[in-house]
């Protein structure tokens, strides 16, 4: 099941332990606040629910005081609710010192004014909690023990994973474990529950059903054995997926790819298994493709929190089997659907339905609800490059050992191009024979399809670097147009940086050289201008014939960097490594702690960024303040930072306590903190590094003595399921 399966199951859960979702209108009815008669409810699209959302995490602060919460206490906005006159519905989720609250739930109902109306509450929590501590007497490990004994329906527990909560559904909140118990049920098929229990007893306390989608199992032709999200209805199971806003697979029986829809049948089964893994069931290739879109789907999700290709949530349709003997497969804005071809005698007749071509397939469904890349020239060419990095992007992130992660374009599908069964390559895009990988003046009178090699290029140079290495378990050789050595900043970096050029800079006729200012834009945006993952495009273009280099950031040029030219310009060879830093001069005294204000005891004194300075003795690592990061549960940024001098004796070890909760439950880095130096992360903590308290962390600083450097601890949160990063006792000396 997927999180964000989870997250919605979760508020059906809230109901059923007591949530007062569906008893709103009889608390109305009874006070007479909150309702005026003859309104409607405001019809929000994706984006105005979600700027709605926004101003009420705004607000959320504010808010609390006004309920009368803790200190501890933070409101996670869950859903808004708009009305004709104005008023609004905000639904919050709470936590409890970066705990999540099971049960503590409420609506707050704000008058046209925006003036605080009325609220209603979980039952058994209005009101500030408090808790005597935050430190449970049984360990993850007891609590994980005996779970699986207390679940329902899970008879042959195969997992047990417990999150620390404050369970507020009882009559008074308590510290608990929910632990999320995995395993089959007496028919043999999956089965997922929350056990509740009491964090010092051990005495269960209550527990629900997480699964409210039916899984079932696809045997696929190029991947093997896979789970997919399929649907029941009426006694029958279809390949609909609900997860991802109801993606559909059909089996086309051979239409035209013209018209794929005509005749074509949705993929039904009567006992959840699908496909022989073999051409001899129609159902095989459906699993392949279904897979492919489910997986790209959820890298789109959890990495940029696109909700699939239009970002508000609405799955597309898909066909397999479509034509005879088709060697292709291809996105239709027309039918808001995709195709897949059977392959002929080319390919050894090899559905061309990989992984990497459905995370390319559907990705031209996101360029074209983006920039719209026009599919011509060297927009075209942009466009294609597109769906070539993030299906293979995908393919990284799918991490199947059946199809490991390469860049390698269509490599399962047979295609006898002398590129090991490729379709193209990114590392040396020329080796297919047609692909460029260098600019020059005339390529977008090419092929899409082969003028997309010079943006393969570059990305495959700002991921991986130059020279020779093996990928994948395939040889990979990254050339480059100049005969410089590039040193890439890796594939994620890379990827953030092409999505956000593509959503936020490109437009429809954007050409390479536009394309180089769009992703230096996205650089600067995402790392900084003095950064080198800033540097590193520039170099990375360069190598693809387009545009020049720009200064390394570690030396100071003699004049301002030149903006990208109107058509690429011949290049210059960017360095193999950054020149060397002048010595510093001594500063500093041994043993002394240059960080003002490390401990926070001062509160924001010495510090710039974000508020987020606490003060609760309880969750200090010493004293009682803190810096307290995160624990949102929406979109969000926050950071603190100084300027600060290295010392040249000493130790120059940068040190500081963390301790991180959080409400995730996958095994995914959703929310990340890292700790910058001049815009460069050197040390990045994840939702994956919860637990265990207060930890000591160190950074070697001794590189950069005698400099004054800015140090920046920033955090980064996805839209669901609050993490929480408390930082303390920063020193340096």
């Given at each position: 099941?997927?999180?964000?399966?989870?997250?919605?199951?979760?508020?059906?859960?809230?109901?059923?332990?007591?949530?007062?979702?569906?008893?709103?209108?009889?608390?109305?009815?009874?006070?007479?606040?909150?309702?005026?008669?003859?309104?409607?409810?405001?019809?929000?699209?994706?984006?105005?629910?979600?700027?709605?959302?926004?101003?009420?995490?705004?607000?959320?602060?504010?808010?609390?005081?006004?309920?009368?919460?803790s200190a501890a206490e933070r409101l996670v906005p869950k859903d808004v609710v708009v009305d004709s006159d104005g008023s609004r519905h905000l639904r919050f989720e709470r936590t409890y010192a970066g705990l999540p609250v099971v049960g503590g739930d409420l609506v707050v109902h704000l008058a046209p004014g925006g003036g605080l109306a009325a609220s209603?509450?979980?039952?058994?929590?209005?009101?500030?909690?408090?808790?005597?501590?935050?430190?449970?007497?049984?360990?993850?490990?007891?609590?994980?023990?005996?779970?699986?004994?207390?679940?329902?329906?899970?008879?042959?527990?195969?997992?047990?994973?417990?999150?620390?909560?404050?369970?507020?559904?009882?009559?008074?909140?308590?510290?608990?474990?929910?632990?999320?118990?995995?395993?089959?049920?007496?028919?043999?098929?999956?089965?997922?529950?929350?056990?509740?229990?009491?964090?010092?007893?051990?005495?269960?306390?209550?527990?629900?059903?997480?699964?409210?989608?039916?899984?079932?199992?696809?045997?696929?032709?190029?991947?093997g054995q896979v789970s997919l999200d399929t649907t029941l209805s009426g006694g029958s199971y279809s390949m609909t997926d609900p997860v991802r806003g109801n993606t559909k697979i059909y089996d086309a029986h051979g239409a035209s790819d013209s018209n794929p829809s005509q005749g074509a049948t949705l993929y039904t089964d009567s006992d959840n298994v699908?496909?022989?893994?073999?051409?001899?069931?129609?159902?095989?290739?459906?699993?392949?493709?279904?897979?492919?879109?489910?997986?790209?789907?959820?890298?789109?999700?959890?990495?940029?929190?696109?909700?699939?290709?239009?970002?508000?949530?609405?799955?597309?349709?898909?066909?397999?089997?479509?034509?005879?003997?088709?060697?292709?497969?291809?996105?239709?804005?027309?039918?808001?659907?995709?195709?897949?071809?059977?392959?002929?005698?080319?390919?050894?007749?090899?559905?061309?339905?990989?992984?990497?071509?459905?995370?390319?397939?559907?990705?031209?469904?996101?360029?074209?609800?983006?920039?719209?890349?026009?599919?011509?020239?060297?927009?075209?060419?942009?466009?294609?490059?597109?769906?070539?990095?993030?299906?293979?992007?995908?393919?990284?992130?799918?991490?199947?050992?059946?199809?490991?992660?390469?860049?390698?374009?269509?490599?399962?599908?047979?295609?006898?191009?002398?590129?090991?069964?490729?379709?193209?390559?990114?590392?040396?895009?020329?080796?297919?024979?047609?692909?460029?990988?260098?600019?020059?003046?005339?390529?977008?009178?090419?092929?899409?399809?082969?003028?997309?090699?010079?943006?393969?290029?570059?990305?495959?140079?700002?991921?991986?670097?130059?020279?020779?290495?093996?990928?994948?378990?395939?040889?990979?050789?990254?050339?480059?147009?100049?005969?410089?050595?590039?040193?890439?900043?890796?594939?994620?970096?890379?990827?953030?940086?092409?999505?956000?050029?593509?959503?936020?800079?490109?437009?429809?006729?954007?050409?390479?050289?536009?394309?180089?200012?769009?992703?230096?834009?996205?650089?600067?945006?995402?790392?900084?201008?003095?950064?080198?993952?800033?540097?590193?495009?520039?170099?990375?273009?360069?190598?693809?014939?387009?545009?020049?280099?720009?200064?390394?950031?570690?030396?100071?040029?003699?004049?301002?960097?030149?903006?990208?030219?109107?058509?690429?310009?011949?290049?210059?060879?960017?360095?193999?490594?950054?020149?060397?830093?002048?010595?510093?001069?001594?500063?500093?005294?041994?043993?002394?702690?240059?960080?003002?204000?490390?401990d926070f005891e001062a509160g924001q004194t010495g510090w710039s960024g974000s508020p987020v300075v606490n003060t609760n003795a309880t969750y200090a690592h010493s004293g009682t303040r803190y810096a307290w990061i995160l624990g949102n549960g929406f979109a969000a940024t926050e950071y603190i930072t100084q300027n600060v001098t290295v010392p040249t004796?000493?130790?120059?070890?940068?040190?500081?306590?963390?301790?991180?909760?959080?409400?995730?439950?996958?095994?995914?880095?959703?929310?990340?903190?890292?700790?910058?130096?001049?815009?460069?992360?050197?040390?990045?903590?994840?939702?994956?590094?919860?637990?265990?308290?207060?930890?000591?962390?160190?950074?070697?600083?001794?590189?950069?003595?005698?400099?004054?450097?800015?140090?920046?601890?920033?955090?980064?949160?996805?839209?669901?399921?609050?993490?929480?990063?408390?930082?303390?006792?920063?020193?340096?000396?």
């Amino acid at each position: 099941m997927s999180r964000r399966a989870i997250v919605a199951a979760a508020a059906t859960v809230a109901t059923a332990l007591g949530a007062v979702g569906i008893g709103l209108a009889q608390a109305h009815a009874n006070t007479g606040t909150g309702v005026t008669a003859g309104i409607s409810q405001v019809r929000l699209d994706p984006a105005a629910r979600e700027r709605q959302l926004r101003q009420a995490g705004a607000e959320a602060t504010s808010i609390a005081k006004q309920l009368g919460l803790s200190a501890a206490e933070r409101l996670v906005p869950k859903d808004v609710v708009v009305d004709s006159d104005g008023s609004r519905h905000l639904r919050f989720e709470r936590t409890y010192a970066g705990l999540p609250v099971v049960g503590g739930d409420l609506v707050v109902h704000l008058a046209p004014g925006g003036g605080l109306a009325a609220s209603d509450w979980a039952a058994g929590t209005r009101g500030a909690i408090t808790l005597a501590t935050t430190t449970p007497k049984l360990t993850r490990q007891q609590a994980a023990a005996a779970a699986p004994g207390h679940a329902r329906h899970a008879r042959k527990p195969r997992a047990a994973t417990p999150d620390l909560v404050v369970y507020a559904t009882l009559s008074a909140p308590v510290l608990a474990y929910r632990t999320t118990v995995e395993g089959t049920d007496t028919a043999g098929d999956l089965a997922r529950e929350a056990v509740i229990t009491d964090a010092a007893s051990g005495a269960v306390l209550g527990g629900y059903d997480l699964i409210h989608e039916v899984q079932g199992t696809g045997n696929s032709l190029l991947v093997g054995q896979v789970s997919l999200d399929t649907t029941l209805s009426g006694g029958s199971y279809s390949m609909t997926d609900p997860v991802r806003g109801n993606t559909k697979i059909y089996d086309a029986h051979g239409a035209s790819d013209s018209n794929p829809s005509q005749g074509a049948t949705l993929y039904t089964d009567s006992d959840n298994v699908w496909g022989n893994g073999a051409k001899t069931d129609r159902a095989t290739v459906g699993v392949d493709v279904n897979y492919g879109l489910s997986k790209t789907w959820d890298y789109y999700n959890a990495t940029f929190g696109r909700a699939g290709i239009r970002g508000d949530g609405v799955g597309a349709k898909a066909y397999a089997h479509v034509g005879t003997n088709l060697l292709n497969a291809y996105w239709q804005d027309s039918c808001f659907c995709m195709v897949f071809g059977d392959g002929n005698s080319s390919n050894q007749t090899t559905p061309v339905a990989s992984l990497d071509v459905a995370g390319h397939e559907l990705t031209h469904g996101v360029t074209s609800n983006t920039a719209g890349l026009v599919y011509s020239g060297e927009s075209g060419g942009l466009n294609e490059s597109t769906s070539d990095i993030f299906g293979t992007v995908v393919e990284f992130y799918t991490a199947n050992s059946s199809d490991p992660g390469d860049y390698y374009i269509g490599e399962k599908i047979n295609w006898n191009s002398g590129n090991a069964g490729a379709l193209r390559r990114m590392d040396d895009p020329t080796l297919d024979g047609n692909s460029k990988g260098c600019w020059y003046s005339g390529v977008g009178n090419l092929d899409v399809h082969y003028s997309s090699g010079i943006g393969n290029h570059f990305f495959y140079l700002l991921s991986e670097g130059s020279g020779s290495k093996t990928i994948g378990g395939r040889a990979h050789n990254g050339v480059t147009c100049n005969s410089s050595t590039v040193a890439g900043i890796g594939r994620d970096k890379a990827a953030r940086i092409w999505y956000r050029a593509l959503t936020t800079y490109m437009t429809s006729n954007t050409n390479y050289a536009a394309a180089r200012t769009a992703s230096l834009n996205a650089a600067k945006d995402l790392y900084g201008a003095s950064s080198v993952e800033y540097w590193q495009v520039s170099v990375a273009w360069a190598a693809c014939s387009v545009g020049t280099a720009l200064p390394s950031p570690t030396t100071s040029p003699t004049a301002s960097p030149s903006a990208s030219p109107s058509a690429p310009s011949s290049p210059s060879p960017s360095p193999s490594t950054p020149p060397t830093s002048p010595s510093p001069s001594p500063t500093g005294n041994p043993g002394t702690n240059v960080i003002v204000n490390g401990d926070f005891e001062a509160g924001q004194t010495g510090w710039s960024g974000s508020p987020v300075v606490n003060t609760n003795a309880t969750y200090a690592h010493s004293g009682t303040r803190y810096a307290w990061i995160l624990g949102n549960g929406f979109a969000a940024t926050e950071y603190i930072t100084q300027n600060v001098t290295v010392p040249t004796t000493g130790t120059a070890t940068l040190s500081f306590y963390l301790d991180i909760t959080t409400q995730e439950w996958e095994a995914l880095a959703y929310d990340t903190m890292q700790v910058q130096i001049n815009g460069v992360a050197k040390l990045t903590y994840s939702n994956l590094n919860a637990g265990g308290g207060y930890q000591l962390r160190t950074l070697d600083l001794s590189a950069y003595r005698g400099q004054t450097v800015t140090l920046r601890f920033t955090g980064t949160e996805d839209s669901n399921l609050a993490t929480t990063f408390r930082v303390d006792d920063v020193s340096l000396n």
